[in-house]
């Protein structure tokens, strides 16, 4: 077993740095991050940062850098308030991918990188076409952070855009058969295979299975 | 295609809302979260909540829920300051779903759920000694989210635990060698089988596979 510490970490080779600390975590929820400028003109960027902060009511955390180009997308959301979050599937995932490159401003990914827009009623940012499960949010709290000049920017879901079969009876999207990949690191993704669901957990009662068919 | 709506989602029966927002992020990153209080009391619980928050200086988030017996968990952080991610594997899995488990305070879930503890030098809080990848935290910053009563803790990386096999050439952890699980959901549990790892994205340029084994 090696023991990295604080002192080793720092010292590490930049690039090697953020591979290591990128993945540490384990696998990272991975959507595509779409917005729409007061201007009309729209952006999408991949992320692995967006996290469950509450179910009532129903928020989201997503972080945002300031090094990585996601000005367009910071500047959108905080003048329409609005975003959405779409999953990615392994049949256009390197599209999903080449969203993270630089292009410039007023360039649309969507355009360049192939991916449909997709809109809805009572809501101006636009979702992936091509998703199989997508949310609709709108901002209600900006929270930066001094420590490294990110922004967390947490969202209520205001609409969720989906076919009734990705839905399990007890409300959890069967996110197998709605074919979400996951990411570890800053480029290494992945098709999750069901390992199992387990009941709700009680002290006194041995952990178990789900009698669900999912 | 169906559009679940605001006024809908907020009528949907509490544990199928529950079950639904929790799952529509898509896969999450799972760990389990340990501390000690200044008694010597250890506590471990299951986590779905981690993000990476950045690479320099190195950044975790992780959101803590007032609701779900998390308490002993926060009262360690905040007075030892200090705290543990370990990763989950399939073949005991079910343990650490156990720990999710609302046992009385002063009861340790390692001892209860069978995982072993493990210390190292200059470190209070104790790692699981069964996972593959450990992380090693020290608290930064507590903020408070005043819409749902959660809490973000943000911590520092101060120590990484595991095998060096574990690691790759450029520093992304081999999470499939390391055996990590993923959430989706309250207690959906996955095994992630690898897709692919991509280049670098630059405008004009295909988005392609990187050369590496892994």
């Given at each position: 077993?090696?023991?990295?510490?604080?002192?080793?970490?720092?010292?590490?080779?930049?690039?090697?740095?953020?591979?290591?600390?990128?993945?540490?975590?384990?696998?990272?929820?991975?959507?595509?991050?779409?917005?729409?400028?007061?201007?009309?003109?729209?952006?999408?960027c991949?992320?692995?940062?967006?996290?469950?902060?509450?179910?009532?009511?129903?928020?989201?955390?997503?972080?945002?850098?300031?090094?990585?180009?996601?000005n367009?997308?910071l500047?959108?959301i905080?003048?329409?308030?609005?975003?959405?979050?779409?999953?990615?599937?392994?049949?256009?995932?390197?599209?999903?991918?080449?969203?993270?490159?630089?292009?410039?401003?007023g360039?649309?990914?969507?355009?360049?990188?192939?991916?449909k827009?997709?809109?809805?009623?009572?809501?101006?940012?636009?979702f992936?076409?091509?998703?199989?499960?997508?949310?609709?949010?709108?901002?209600?709290?900006?929270?930066?952070?001094?420590?490294?000049?990110t922004?967390?920017?947490?969202?209520?879901?205001?609409?969720?855009?989906?076919?009734?079969?990705m839905?399990?009876?007890?409300?959890?999207?069967?996110?197998?058969?709605?074919?979400?990949?996951?990411?570890?690191?800053?480029?290494?993704?992945?098709?999750?295979?069901?390992?199992?669901?387990?009941?709700?957990?009680?002290?006194?009662?041995?952990?178990h299975?789900?009698?669900?068919?999912?």
């Open positions: 077993m090696i023991n990295i510490k604080s002192e080793q970490i720092c010292k590490l080779e930049k690039q090697y740095r953020r591979s290591l600390i990128n993945s540490l975590v384990g696998y990272k929820s991975l959507n595509l991050l779409g917005t729409i400028s007061n201007e009309g003109i729209t952006n999408l991949i992320i692995s940062s967006a996290f469950h902060l509450g179910a009532d009511p129903p928020l989201l955390g997503i972080v945002i850098r300031p090094e990585r180009a996601h367009d997308t500047t959108n905080k003048s329409t308030g609005q975003y959405t979050l779409n999953n990615v599937l392994p049949e256009w995932y390197m599209q999903a991918h080449q969203t993270s490159a630089s292009y410039s401003s360039v649309s990914e969507f355009d360049t990188c192939g991916l827009k997709l809109y809805t009623d009572r809501f101006k940012a636009p992936v076409g091509q998703s199989t499960i997508r949310i609709g949010l709108e901002l209600r709290e900006v929270i930066d952070i001094d420590i490294n000049g922004t967390i920017l947490i969202g209520e879901i205001i609409q969720i855009l989906t076919d009734d079969a839905i399990t009876e007890d409300g959890t999207i069967d996110h197998v058969k709605a074919q979400t990949m996951t990411v570890a690191g800053l480029d290494a993704y992945f098709l999750p295979q069901s390992v199992g669901r387990l009941a709700y957990a009680k002290p006194g009662i041995e952990p299975e789900l009698s669900t068919s999912y």
